[in-house]
């Protein structure tokens, strides 16, 4: 959490800002009432990652429906990242480290005892499809080569 949070945005890899536009993406959709799959889809095929989708969604609906507090993120346009942003980064960075009781143990502060098992089933499988597109998921800061800098 501490690597990101109050951040520049563009202090992360493709691959990190990819995930922070996803996750800020899914928030303003359901702020605004539509579908967030169908807003997001676009941006998971245009970096080949569509399978990842479905379980990214499960993930952000099980954390905005079962966290003991409303997490906020910060608006589209906004240039830092925020506490609560920096949190979930860091949830999906232990999931691609493979550091699973790390990411439960947070994730039982965040959210309801018996929405933990799923969301970290949502989100393990999540990252395993964003890694097989090709992206950088153990790092997400600092600006390395990913999928989508070497597809351009």
Known sequence: MYAFVDRPVQGLCNSGRFLLWAMRGWVAATERGQC?????????VAVDAPGALPDFHVAMALLGGDAVRTLLLAPMPCLQISEDEA?????WRDFSLGNAANARATLALLAEGES?????????????????????????????????????
């Open 36 to 44: 967030p799959p169908r807003l997001l889809r676009r941006g998971f």
């Open 116 to 152: 933990v098992g799923p969301i970290a089933k949502a989100m393990g499988t999540a990252i395993d499809r964003l890694v097989a597109a090709g992206f950088d998921m153990p790092v997400l800061a600092a600006g390395t080569m990913t999928h989508q800098e070497s597809s351009k």
């Open 87 to 91: 949190i979930l980064l860091g949830l």
